[in-house]
């Protein structure tokens, strides 16, 4: 028989699994799954070159899992990871795994919780940020939205949505609270203090449902862009997808690099769990 405690984490470790591949057993609420916390990966640095990140369980067994390549703008869907510590490590694009990281910092998963791990700022002063998410869903009949502000060009927003500020003086680099604002296909404006220039974001909110608005610089062409993702629309449950741009949208990242990222967190999950099944299988003999 398994010691319970092991039985308790390949559970944890088979639910992590089955989230990631979008799947769950018959009956059961991904919300339930116990011993289970969200991250998700972003590159929110404006004039950073791509980077390839490492993600490794801290103490632990399995090897750190590479995600390459991942370009300003990249912001990966929540991966479902085993309730722990966890490394978070940046390197420059093509950089040998032994060389130094640019940039390290450390996640503590907690069970339900939600977390942001995004590279910040300048690329003098860049930074790893641990950003905590809240899923809980709104009150009924409202939708709730916060900002990610990642213009460097733009360095100071107001931002409104449905007539109502969600956001004055955001600064570059910084992430505001959440705002509870009412269902519909809004237009979120986007403006410097004291500037007439607008840049418009539609903006498609659903009552229930937990959004992140991510805004960006355009590139080249100068101005403004963003990614209205959807982070839940259950209870707990995270989503991560995009669900509409706006200012002039340009994809950014690629979806070959999120697929990567969410099926290196996947092998980190499974190799974990192959460790410890042998592990309690090796002692189960030995009694």
């Given at each position: 028989?398994?010691?319970?405690t092991?039985?308790?984490?390949?559970?944890?470790?088979?639910?992590?699994?089955?989230?990631?591949?979008g799947l769950t057993t018959?009956?059961?609420?991904?919300?339930?799954?116990?011993?289970?916390?969200?991250?998700?990966?972003?590159?929110l640095?404006?004039?950073?070159?791509?980077?390839?990140?490492?993600?490794?369980?801290?103490?632990?067994?399995?090897?750190a899992?590479?995600?390459?390549?991942?370009?300003?703008?990249?912001?990966?869907?929540?991966?479902?990871?085993?309730?722990?510590?966890?490394?978070?490590?940046?390197?420059?694009?093509?950089?040998?795994?032994?060389?130094?990281?640019?940039?390290?910092?450390q996640?503590n998963?907690?069970?339900?919780?939600?977390?942001?791990?995004a590279?910040?700022?300048?690329?003098?002063?860049?930074?790893?940020?641990v950003?905590?998410?809240?899923?809980?869903?709104?009150?009924?009949?409202?939708?709730?939205?916060?900002v990610?502000?990642?213009s460097?060009?733009q360095?100071?927003?107001n931002?409104?949505c449905?007539?109502?500020?969600?956001?004055?003086?955001?600064?570059?680099?910084?992430?505001?609270?959440?705002?509870?604002?009412?269902p519909?296909?809004?237009?979120?404006?986007?403006?410097?203090?004291?500037?007439?220039?607008?840049?418009?974001?539609?903006?498609?909110?659903?009552?229930?449902?937990?959004?992140?608005?991510?805004?960006?610089?355009?590139g080249k062409?100068g101005?403004?862009?963003?990614?209205?993702?959807?982070d839940?629309?259950?209870?707990?449950?995270?989503?991560?997808?995009?669900?509409t741009g706006?200012?002039?949208?340009?994809?950014?990242?690629?979806?070959?690099?999120?697929?990567?990222i969410?099926?290196?967190?996947?092998?980190?999950?499974?190799?974990?769990?192959?460790?410890?099944?042998?592990?309690?299988?090796?002692?189960?003999?030995?009694?």
């Open positions: 028989m398994i010691h319970s092991s039985g308790r984490r390949l559970a944890a470790l088979t639910a992590a699994v089955l989230l990631g591949l018959l009956g059961a609420s991904p919300a339930a799954a116990a011993g289970v916390g969200y991250v998700r990966l972003a590159h640095s404006p004039d950073t070159p791509e980077v390839d990140v490492y993600l490794k369980a801290v103490g632990g067994s399995a090897p899992q590479k995600f390459p390549g991942v370009g300003y703008g990249t912001v990966s869907k929540y991966l479902p990871l085993p309730v722990g510590s966890y490394e978070v490590a940046m390197r420059a694009s093509k950089a040998p795994e032994t060389t130094q990281p640019l940039l390290t910092t996640v998963v907690a069970e339900g919780k939600a977390y942001t791990v590279g910040v700022g300048p690329h003098t002063g860049l930074g790893l940020k950003i905590d998410d809240d899923l809980g869903l709104p009150p009924d009949g409202q939708a709730k939205v916060r990610l502000q990642a460097m060009s360095p100071v927003l931002i409104t449905a007539g109502k500020s969600i956001g004055d003086g955001v600064q570059f680099a910084s992430t505001t609270g959440y705002r509870d604002v009412n519909g296909k809004w237009t979120i404006k986007l403006s410097a203090p004291g500037s007439s220039k607008t840049t418009t974001v539609s903006a498609p909110l659903q009552a229930g449902a937990v959004y992140s608005l991510i805004v960006l610089d355009r062409s101005g403004l862009t963003a990614q209205l993702r959807t839940a629309k259950s209870n707990g449950v995270p989503e991560g997808g995009v669900a706006g200012g002039g949208t340009a994809k950014r990242g690629t979806d070959a690099g999120l697929i990567a969410g099926a290196g967190a996947l092998l980190l999950v499974v190799a974990t769990g192959g460790f410890l099944l042998r592990r309690t299988r090796l002692r189960t003999l030995a009694r």
